[in-house]
C-alpha cells in the first residue's frame, strides 16, 4: 500500500514539476512580444523588490520590508508612466503605491 501512495505521490510532484516548467516556457515565449522599455521596466521593478528583500534578509532585525525614499519614488514613477506596474508589485499593495504618489 505504502508503495502504491509512493508512487502517486512522486506522479503528482513530477506532474507539478512539469506544470511549473511549461508556465515558465509559456512566459518566456511571451517575453518575445513585449518592447524594450517594458521589459526594461519589469527588470527594474523586479530587481528594486529583491534589493528591499535582499537588505531585509541581511539585516534580520525586520519582519516587514522598509521601503526607501528612492524606492518610493521609483514606484510612483513606474506607476505613472508604465501601465502593467500593480502586476510587478509583490511587495506592496498597489494602493500603497498610489498612496505614495499622492504625498509625492
Known amino acids: 500500500m505504502n508503495t502504491v501512495l509512493n508512487l ?3 506522479l503528482r ?3 507539478g514539476c512539469v506544470g511549473e516548467l511549461l508556465g515558465y516556457l509559456l512566459r518566456f515565449a511571451g517575453v518575445f512580444f513585449h518592447t524594450r522599455a517594458s521589459l526594461a521596466a519589469s527588470l527594474l521593478a523586479a530587481e528594486s523588490q529583491l534589493s528591499i528583500c535582499k537588505r531585509r534578509i541581511d539585516q534580520k532585525s ?5 521601503f526607501t525614499a528612492g524606492f518610493r519614488l521609483l514606484w510612483v514613477v513606474l506607476s505613472k508612466f508604465w ?5 510587478a508589485a509583490q511587495l506592496m499593495q498597489p494602493a500603497t503605491v498610489k498612496a505614495w504618489h499622492t504625498r509625492a
Open 13 to 15: 510532484n513530477g506532474l
Open 62 to 66: 525586520q519582519l516587514k520590508p522598509r
Open 83 to 87: 501601465a502593467p506596474w500593480q502586476a
Open 8 to 10: 502517486f505521490w512522486n
